[in-house]
């Protein structure tokens, strides 16, 4: 199947969204992140931890993601590694967005744009990354991983979203 456009939720599905998955999400940054992206989303008013905060810098994946789990949080990381379902299982999962633009040090454009999107779409719904993995592979391409599904998506310059249909 093609692309096609994201067809947007209604008044009534976004209420619906809303209830079921109310609650501001709560995250925790990798250390391959920096410090400056658990400020920034800090400053935007989000509970947000650093793992050197915490004490988790040097630490093993395993050890990050069981933290962000037992806290109930969000992971933010440039590591792919995490995207490893047999290493890192849905069913053990805060909910972990790869932001891979800016991994080189070199684009914070991209950075941020990713961030934002991630936020955006569902900043004030923790209990919907439960279990999810964001890959956001450029400032335009996202892709979502849960249990059941895998999800494309693909913004392009000045226009609706758009999801690849299986």
């Given at each position: 199947m093609p692309w096609v456009k994201l067809k947007l939720p209604t008044d009534e599905e976004r209420r619906v969204f809303d209830a079921e998955y109310r609650g501001k999400a709560r995250s925790l940054v990798d250390e391959s992140m920096g410090k400056t992206v658990a400020e920034i989303l800090q400053a935007s008013g989000y509970n947000t931890k650093y793992v050197g905060d915490e004490n988790l810098e040097g630490r093993s994946d395993e050890d990050v993601l069981a933290f962000a789990w037992k806290d109930n949080r969000i992971l933010i990381t440039h590591d792919p590694d995490f995207l490893d379902n047999r290493q890192f299982p849905p069913n053990r999962n805060p909910g972990i967005v790869l932001i891979r633009p800016g991994s080189s040090g070199h684009d914070n454009h991209g950075l941020l744009v990713c961030l934002t999107k991630a936020i955006q779409m569902a900043g004030d719904n923790a209990k919907w990354f439960l279990g999810k993995?964001?890959?956001?592979?450029?400032?335009s391409n996202l892709t979502i991983t849960s249990q059941r599904a895998r999800q494309r998506f693909i913004w392009e310059k000045n226009d609706d979203p758009m999801v690849w249909e299986d």
């Open positions: 993995k964001l890959d956001f592979s450029s400032e």
